[in-house]
């Protein structure tokens, strides 16, 4: 059901409830500083490896995916506890221009609310954190849908006075740090 480091964040924040801040602490730095990486190597040359990829009729579905919904590709997997992969949206953001800022605003608010929620959940349900998770999906769902509807408005009124901003937003263009 959910991740490895999830899992690992859970149970630390069981087993010493007052490491569990520091848990996931460094389970947000981890992740943020392995995304930024992936996003800078991308953003260096990565366009020439997604067009060869994106030159047939799924990868380029993927490509008009992440210019249509732009960041919340990489809000939604970020910020979920369900496995999904990170690492396609992440190098999509880099190799596609996505402005640093907008992308560290949007895997730092997604990372901080995973981590800090399964930390909290770890210290209060302790080894019955992921009974609780599947027994509350419904709700999971709910917040990770509402969050995503807070990100795409607070996405549109940071780029809300950029010239020319297509439909996307304005999310996927010229670097603008």
């Not at 919904?69 to 970020?78: D, E, H, Q, R, S």
């Not at 909290?120 to 509807?149: E, F, R, S």
Request: charged share 15%; aromatic share 8%; glycine share 8%.
């Amino acid at each position: 059901m959910i991740g490895g480091v999830d899992i690992l964040l859970i149970t630390l924040a069981a087993e010493n409830p007052k490491q569990a801040i520091v848990a996931a602490l460094c389970a947000t730095v981890g992740s943020i500083a392995g995304s930024l990486c992936l996003f800078l190597i991308a953003r260096k040359g990565g366009h020439v490896l997604l067009a060869k990829h994106t030159s047939h009729r799924s990868g380029l579905r993927l490509r008009n995916w992440f210019e249509k919904y732009g960041l919340l590709t990489v809000f939604i997997p970020a910020v979920s506890p369900l496995p999904m992969p990170m690492k396609i949206p992440v190098f999509c953001a880099g190799a596609l221009e996505v402005r640093t800022r907008s992308f560290m605003a949007v895997v730092v608010t997604a990372r901080v609310i995973r981590y800090f929620t399964l930390a909290y959940l770890g210290q209060h349900y302790g080894g019955d954190t992921l009974q609780y998770l599947k027994h509350h999906w419904l709700t999971v769902l709910l917040i990770v849908l509402a969050l995503c509807a807070m990100v795409i408005v607070i996405l549109r009124l940071v780029n809300r006075d950029q010239p020319d901003i297509p439909p996307d937003g304005g999310l996927i263009n010229s670097e603008q740090n």
